[in-house]
């Protein structure tokens, strides 16, 4: 396990993304009436997410930097 857990840009990258997701699907279940398109786009951003943090992974933007 490294020293960085968690601080390195593809981890903070895909934690803003998910934060992103699960605030418009918030916004989408507490309108009124209920918009399920607004929260299937924020559950479409949760996902993605984890897209994000393969793909900068693999860029090699999760490695300590010792």
Request: glycine share 20%; aromatic share 0%.
């Given at each position: 396990m490294s020293d960085s857990?968690?601080?390195t840009p593809a981890a903070w990258t895909a934690v803003a993304?998910?934060?992103?997701?699960f605030v418009v699907g918030a916004v989408g279940l507490l309108l009124d009436p209920v918009s399920y398109p607004v929260f299937w786009v924020g559950v479409a951003l949760g996902v993605s997410s984890?897209?994000?943090f393969?793909?900068?992974?693999k860029l090699g933007l999760h490695e300590s930097g010792h």
């Open positions: 857990h968690g601080n993304v998910a934060m992103l997701g984890l897209v994000v393969g793909v900068m992974a």
